[in-house]
């Protein structure tokens, strides 16, 4: 009764719409997941009767009134469920919630159906998997290698076609790095976008509630649902303004890579950004230091006395309760001072400037989730250290604000997947999605351990291509709302070959300049200051109405080798005009002239 191409959103649609009930469905899983035993992936065994239940009420419901009608999930075990036992990882911790976090409610009442309470690292704290006395949830892939934490039973279920998505938290990477190494979709909302209420914390103020999804299509759907402003999550805010299409990607400095000595995931990596370029995105090499500085403070500084915060009351007085590893961490966290709380904000504040110029230049960054893969055997022997290392790409992020989606890449020769994080300022979701799904079919690893299709792609965005502007319609020039109101965006400054001269044109109203191209290698041309735009393809019929003559479109030819269609003059009509090519560009000619 379970989807032969697995339990997509799209494929139970399809079963459901054939005939399929949800009570059948959900009874198969639950068939699956006695035959596998215990082992590791949830706590407290899986919710049967409440899942059955939940499935026979929907059989009376309208499919079509309810975008999740009859999709299994998992929520992680520091998640509230009314009536469920919420632990942490911690059996002396449990207590019993009177009511469901919100996104819990949100997702149910959707249609979505719970399945159980997934395994994790201990107070969500770790990126190993192995960090919790319910045992280490397999590697859906891989035996023997991590599955990933600290939302490892999370991820698990996802891969091992126990449920259709699940929910994760993540604060350092957590939301993340399990789906790099089970070869699923981890969405890494934007901070409060996803209520945290009812939610164990770990770091209240960098905490998120995340997804796993066997697709990028699945992870927009299940956030269309979960996110929403709840004005009783003190750090909850509604959504802020979208990000336009990603198009411009940087990538780390050769030297600021790290594979932890791995070259199957450095050779994955490349092949990942030649997939990207093939693709049509711009990629470029950026310095991503100041990320990688940010990073540290998480583990460094006064972050560690919030996770101390968290559960201080444990620390203090039945210290024995926790996971020893934990133990460790979490009590270096009464150390630090308000002074060093004070300079540790000051710091990251001081890091998070030095990080904008990057966004000025690229609309996300492409990582890898994280260096590379370990067995839970290395892991249980060195568990902080190479703990450390699996955070290398992922630890700035909640710090700095941004959300982010990881997506597989490929598969290291252990087995375990290797997948890269798409990152960006608040509210970039859709974006980075877009981009995401693009990248994950590119690789063509398909989704879990099953390698499941993904479902066919989204209509195409409208082409876009890039425009050369020289005048006034250029950033805060009189006509750039032109540009705007047409759906364009900056892209970045550039200077032409030096094959061109530059006129200003005589008329009435808004000053403008010409551009003229002179004969190839002729002494008499310059480079001209210019900028490089975004713009749909079907906006530029609308714009070349608002063109008046002697102007046009035609290619223009940049001092990077790029040629992009620009604005020319007609080379009659700048006989009588005043020639301002010696002042370098149109912004340099009218600043001389006050």
């Known amino acids: 009764m379970l989807p032969a191409d697995g339990l997509g959103l799209q494929s139970l649609r399809a079963a459901y719409a054939a005939g399929a009930t949800p009570r059948a469905v959900v009874g198969a899983l639950l068939d699956r997941i006695a035959a596998r035993g215990g082992d590791g992936v949830w706590i407290g065994g899986a919710l049967a009767e409440r899942a059955l239940a939940a499935a026979e009420r929907l059989e009376t419901a309208d499919p079509s009134a309810l975008p999740l009608y009859g999709v299994p999930f998992a929520a992680k075990d520091n998640i509230d469920v009314a009536g469920v036992p919420t632990t942490a990882a911690c059996p002396d911790f449990a207590y019993t919630p009177s009511a469901s976090a919100p996104v819990v409610e949100r997702l149910e009442a959707a249609g979505a159906v719970l399945i159980g309470k997934a395994n994790l690292d201990q107070f969500a704290t770790g990126l190993s998997g192995c960090r919790s006395p319910y045992g280490v949830p397999p590697n859906a892939l891989a035996p023997g290698m991590i599955p990933g934490g600290s939302s490892s039973g999370s991820a698990t279920a996802v891969a091992a076609g126990l449920v259709s998505f699940a929910l994760g938290t993540d604060t350092a990477g957590s939301g993340r790095v399990p789906a790099m190494l089970q070869n699923l979709v981890g969405l890494k909302p934007s901070r409060g976008l996803i209520s945290a209420r009812g939610v164990v914390p770990a770091c209240r103020t960098l905490d998120c509630v995340s997804v796993f999804a066997l697709s990028c299509a699945d992870a927009a759907a299940v ?86 915060a968290a559960i201080r009351g444990l620390l203090e007085t039945r210290p024995e309760i926790l996971h020893p590893v934990i133990r460790e961490i979490v009590g270096g966290g009464l150390a630090p001072t308000a002074v060093d709380a004070f300079d540790g904000a000051y710091r990251l504040e001081a890091l998070r400037r030095e990080t904008e110029p990057v966004w000025t230049r690229v609309d996300a960054l492409l990582l890898p989730t994280a260096p590379t893969a370990y067995t839970v055997e290395a892991m249980l022997a060195d568990p902080i250290a190479l703990n450390a290392r699996l955070g290398r790409y992922t630890n700035f992020m909640n710090l700095l604000d941004l959300c982010g989606v990881a997506v597989p890449a490929g598969f290291l020769p252990s087995g375990a997947g290797f997948g890269v994080t798409l990152a960006a300022p608040a509210f970039a979701e859709a974006a980075l999605l877009a981009a995401g799904d693009a990248l994950h079919r590119a690789a063509g690893t398909g989704a879990g351990a099953e390698r499941a299709p993904l479902p066919p792609a989204a209509p195409a965005a409208p082409e876009r291509f890039r425009l050369v502007v020289c005048g006034a319609h250029m950033r805060g020039l009189p006509l750039s709302g032109e540009l705007a109101a047409l759906g364009a965006r900056f892209v970045r400054e550039a200077t032409t070959t030096p094959e061109y001269r530059l006129f200003a044109l005589p008329g009435e109203g808004v000053a403008r300049p010409g551009l003229v191209r002179v004969a190839a290698g002729a002494s008499e041309g310059a480079a001209v200051a210019v900028e490089v735009w975004d713009i749909a393809e079907e906006a530029v019929g609308a714009l070349m109405t608002r063109i008046p003559a002697p102007l046009g479109l035609g290619p223009v030819r940049l001092a990077d080798g790029a040629t992009h269609a620009g604005f020319l003059c007609e080379a009659a009509a700048a006989a009588d005009a005043r020639d301002i090519t010696d002042f370098g560009g149109w912004r340099a000619f009218l600043a001389a002239r006050l």
Not at 234 to 254: D, K, T
Not at 256 to 277: H, M, N, P, S, W
């Open 223 to 308: 956030l269309g649902v979960a996110e929403g402003f709840d004005p009783a999550d003190a750090y909850a805010r509604p959504r802020g303004a979208g990000r336009p299409a990603v198009v411009r990607l940087g990538a780390p400095r050769p030297d600021q890579l790290f594979f932890d000595g791995d070259v199957a995931a450095a050779a994955l990596f490349e092949e990942t950004v030649a997939r990207a370029k093939a693709l049509g995105f711009e990629v470029e090499t950026v310095d991503i230091a100041p990320f990688l500085d940010a990073a540290k403070l998480l583990y460094e500084g006064p972050w560690v006395a919030e996770r101390t």
